[in-house]
């Protein structure tokens, strides 16, 4: 089983910029796409990015889209998440996660139910 670490996750102000990680605690991601959700107190977990691990190909929330970035490095086996211009309502828990499945188009991969493997979580917290 696959376990994911995030870490990166914290404080920052309105307009600022904050930068998550996710690896793999050993071993390879073993997943085909990546991606992270977020879950705000009392909200559904919702998707806000993902990439493909083999193409780099990417599918953002249209929340994100234009302030975040996701990319991943095949050679430090890590995916990253460069968050700008945030936002009050980008304050969540945020969760990298997963999945094995490789033929879906990248915007199929906003549903959670596609995931295999799920990290614990690291919060990210935006005030005014």
């Known amino acids: 089983q696959v376990q994911l670490v995030e870490s990166g996750g914290g404080l920052a102000q309105t307009g600022g910029s904050l930068r998550l990680s996710c690896a793999p605690s050993r071993g390879t991601f073993s997943s085909n796409f990546v991606a992270w959700f977020r879950q705000a107190p009392g909200k559904e977990r919702e998707f806000v990015a993902g990439i493909r691990w083999s193409n780099g190909e990417t599918h953002y929330a249209y929340p994100v889209k234009g302030r975040f970035a996701i990319s991943r490095d095949k050679s430090k086996n890590t995916m990253s998440l460069l968050m700008n211009t945030l936002e009050l309502e980008d304050t969540a828990l945020y969760y990298c996660?997963?999945?094995?499945?490789?033929?879906?188009?990248?915007?199929?991969?906003?549903?959670?139910?596609?995931?295999?493997?799920w990290g614990q979580g690291t919060q990210v917290t935006v005030s005014s």
């Open positions: 996660a997963g999945a094995v499945t490789e033929y879906y188009p990248v915007t199929m991969y906003s549903q959670r139910r596609l995931y295999n493997y």
